[in-house]
């Protein structure tokens, strides 16, 4: 069963000293996402949210914790891993990556250049085919090594607030 989305809200209050980002249900590709610019985060409305994997650019990555979540707690293991992106900053590995998209841009001489351009033309900058895959993930989700650190503190702050999630759940029903 669907949370409410004051629900969530009330949930997320404790994590946020000032102001608490809006939680909204959006159909996404993703079972959610973190806008800290906007202060919003998006939970998918049509995923039973079942899986603690987490997916950014091309790569999955699947955490060694044997969590089994079930019905509604999904939506919660999501909100978490939503709210760790508030709580745990990018650190910019990506500042070699930005120059290298900054140098694209400037080459292809196009002010809207794709990421399928920039992808394809980034592969001059790379000596090994490891960094040519981490820059490609990073230009279409961010870094690997952040969704890593954000998806085990939100594991981490699941099985410590399971129980209390698991109160909410019954109190839907």
Not at 65 to 73: D, H, N, Q, R, V
Request: aromatic share 14%; proline share 3%.
């Amino acid at each position: 069963m669907k949370p409410q989305l004051k629900i969530l809200q009330d949930f997320i209050k404790p994590y946020f000293r000032y102001k608490c980002p809006i939680v909204k249900y959006k159909k996404e590709e993703w079972n959610g996402l973190a806008n800290t610019e906007k202060n919003i985060i998006y939970i998918n409305s049509e995923n039973d949210h079942l899986e603690l994997n987490c997916m950014v650019g091309e790569v999955t990555y699947k955490p060694s914790s044997k969590i089994k979540l079930k019905g509604s707690e999904g939506y919660f293991f999501t909100l978490l891993h939503e709210v760790g992106h508030f709580k745990i900053p990018f650190k910019v590995k990506s500042r070699k990556f930005e120059k290298i998209k900054a140098d694209i841009k400037k080459e292809l001489g196009v002010t809207k250049t794709s990421l399928d351009s920039i992808t394809y033309s980034a592969e001059d900058y790379f000596k090994k085919d490891s960094e040519y895959f981490e820059f490609r993930s990073w230009l279409k989700g961010g870094s690997m090594t952040q969704h890593i650190k954000v998806n085990e503190w939100a594991i981490k702050e699941f099985r410590r607030k399971r129980k209390d999630i698991n109160k909410i759940i019954k109190n839907i029903k």
